[in-house]
């Protein structure tokens, strides 16, 4: 999807909220404000949401000199999961359809954004996230898809939320013998998830890990390597979680799943569903079930 | 209060709906937010945040030529206060405290804030305000102050809201024997109400209104006339709603029973409550009760 002026607003907020982490002296946090209105003010939003976005977390970087502002919240949002892990395996082990279930946790997952800049309460969260439907939920289909997969790929979000990734994966695991390759992003990005967050949840126990190859938000596609490129493009089943895979997602053709919060105007918008609301959905959409072609 | 690092992209944002107000043309909304991050860059924040968000109406008016974006927004709003003004006038009646419930009816017709941009439902929010306890609620001291009240003065806030106020006026004038002056913004400013608004809702039947002398946000104080100063210095009981007035009166060391939902995190800090919460408190604080002197 395309930026929109919302997003204007959106960036200069994201960029105070990573300076304050960046540093504590509001002299350099308003420099940090000044220079990111400096880029905006005539820059033509044609790229992704996320592209733009990319200029606040720079800024703050050449800035600051901090090159991952987020990191001991990474630390701490990793620790919070871990320490929830238990709990979600046992609510998957006890639902009626635990696969179900974990896509739902998935999502559920997806509030632990601290880009954003939203309070939340993870353990609240889960549960309300368990309780609503989603407003779009095209899980029979992924079902369907899952039972004829030889690879998956799975492009994470933030750190944290791996966690909760990770719970999924080993339900589609159980259902689907497929290979699963789990995306993180190459170098620091907002709280996304790095390497080290993946060898820190285990998540090499139950995928391939590899990374974007760029340090930007969600799938810069003109930036991101050509492994990942390749893995992408031969998985027969794709899902990708959050506002950020989504915005540079968007306008791709190959059938993706996204698993996401609406956390703004703009990207309700374009999923057609509210503001806040969460979605399970396959974009483009499947062809009706009777035409799916026998899988190759 | 002064404001903060978190009212740039807050201005900026106020700057977009008040643009998408005053014209459809996208390219002229761009500009309206590049000029508006032009003035921003290198301003010290030395003024309240209204002084700062002034800026944003200015350029709106400035590029689009349109001296009112919210005329029709206010004239939909008195509409739809004036068409709920029959039940508020039996929520009053029917309950114990008259007054008090007043008072919780003008803090509920303050939700009614076009100039910030969140989604709302009059009824539905005059309901849970009804519900919830103010996080702080100076109600026995302001019982107190009024039955010695000479000059009450009562400075409202936005369009459709002002019929609420009318409902709490009504209430105070059967309690006490005082004069009641109601204040509007002297020029159009975000959906503040004017002369007009004041007019369309009746208020000369239960007030003297008089202007603030300055279309600027809130009580700039610099701005205001000396016909409002007057007033606002001989009285003996005031009365404010809304952030707008909040920030711009919230360092006079002249006691104000200040009414307001806290819709953002700064004026939350300020008031020493919680982001949404909403309040009726006399600032500064009221001496202990035993020490209050006599009327002069």
């Known amino acids: 999807m395309r930026a929109v002026l919302d997003c204007i607003p959106c960036i200069i907020r994201q960029g105070l909220n990573t300076a304050r982490l960046a540093t504590d002296d509001p002299k350099v946090q308003r420099e940090i404000l000044d220079r990111i209105m400096q880029e905006l003010i005539g820059t033509p939003l044609t790229g992704t949401p996320g592209d733009h976005s990319n200029v606040a977390y720079r800024v703050v970087r050449e800035v600051t000199g901090v090159d991952d502002p987020y990191y001991e919240l990474k630390r701490k949002y990793n620790r919070i999961a871990l320490e929830l892990y238990p709990r979600l395996k046992e609510l998957v082990v006890s639902s009626e359809d635990p696969l179900h279930t974990a896509v739902k946790l998935a999502a559920a997952g997806n509030v632990i954004d601290l880009g954003i800049g939203v309070q939340f309460d993870v353990e609240r969260e889960v549960e309300e996230v368990l309780r609503t439907p989603f407003s779009v939920d095209h899980f029979p289909g992924f079902v369907e898809e899952l039972e004829r997969a030889?690879?998956?790929?799975?492009?994470?979000?933030?750190?944290?939320?791996?966690?909760?990734?990770?719970?999924?994966?080993?339900?589609?695991?159980?259902?689907?013998?497929?290979?699963?390759?789990?995306?993180?992003?190459?170098?620091?990005?907002?709280?996304?998830?790095?390497?080290?967050?993946?060898?820190?949840?285990?998540?090499?126990?139950?995928?391939?890990?590899?990374?974007?190859?760029?340090?930007?938000?969600?799938?810069?596609?003109?930036?991101?390597?050509?492994?990942?490129?390749?893995?992408?493009?031969?998985?027969?089943?794709?899902?990708?979680?959050?506002?950020?895979?989504?915005?540079?997602?968007?306008?791709?053709?190959?059938?993706?799943?996204?698993?996401?919060?609406?956390?703004?105007?703009?990207?309700?918008?374009?999923?057609?569903?509210?503001?806040?609301?969460?979605?399970?959905?396959?974009?483009?959409?499947?062809?009706?079930?009777?035409?799916?072609?026998?899988?190759?």
């Open 150 to 296: 030889e690879r998956l790929i799975y492009i994470g979000d933030n750190a944290g939320e791996i966690v909760f990734d990770k719970v999924l994966i080993e339900e589609i695991r159980k259902e689907a013998d497929c290979e699963v390759t789990f995306v993180v992003r190459g170098g620091p990005c907002i709280n996304d998830a790095l390497r080290e967050d993946a060898e820190e949840v285990g998540m090499e126990e139950v995928a391939r890990v590899i990374d974007t190859g760029s340090d930007g938000i969600g799938i810069p596609w003109a930036d991101v390597s050509e492994e990942f490129k390749e893995e992408f493009l031969k998985a027969d089943v794709r899902i990708a979680k959050g506002q950020g895979n989504f915005e540079t997602l968007s306008e791709r053709s190959d059938p993706i799943y996204f698993i996401l919060k609406a956390k703004c105007e703009a990207v309700a918008r374009e999923l057609g569903v509210g503001y806040g609301e969460v979605v399970f959905k396959r974009h483009p959409a499947a062809p009706p079930r009777s035409s799916l072609s026998p899988p190759s």
